[in-house]
Nanobody
Framework: QVQLVESGGGLVQAGGSLRLSCAAS????????MGWFRQAPGKEREFVAG????????HYADSVKGRFTISRDNAKNTVYLQMNSLKPEDTAVYYC????????????????WGQGTQVTVSS
């Protein structure tokens, strides 16, 4: 397994931007497809974005398409989530996750998880 640590969350006004980072330990980072999920209070954890092992392919939840961008730097063992045009409904704890299958939106297909970082968007 790989250990993951998120950072970059915070409080931002609607329309603003944040960039989340997720640093992974170990030398096997490039073997994993990576994803970002989020969970708001009282709601289930939901998929946000995913990136393939090489970084050449990405996919997104419909709710964030055109606003969020996922990327990775395998030399730095880091995956990013650039979030633009933030909305109050984006408020949640954001988690990065590592899995063996690119393309899945189901949290059960991801084996390693970070501790999460809070993103709060004020109206």
């Amino acid at each position: 397994q790989v250990q993951l640590v998120e950072s970059g969350g915070g409080l931002v006004q609607a329309g603003g931007s944040l960039r989340l980072s997720c640093a992974a330990s170990g030398r096997t980072f490039s073997r994993y497809a990576m994803g970002w999920f989020r969970q708001a209070p009282g709601k289930e954890r939901e998929f946000v974005a995913g990136v393939s092992r090489s970084g050449s392919s990405t996919h997104y939840a419909d709710s964030v398409k055109g606003r969020f961008t996922i990327s990775r730097d395998n030399a730095k063992n880091t995956v990013y989530l650039q979030m633009n045009s933030l909305k109050p409904e984006d408020t949640a704890v954001y988690y990065c996750a590592a899995g063996t299958s690119y393309g899945s939106m189901w949290y059960g297909d991801f084996q390693s998880w970070g501790q999460g970082t809070q993103v709060t968007v004020s109206s």
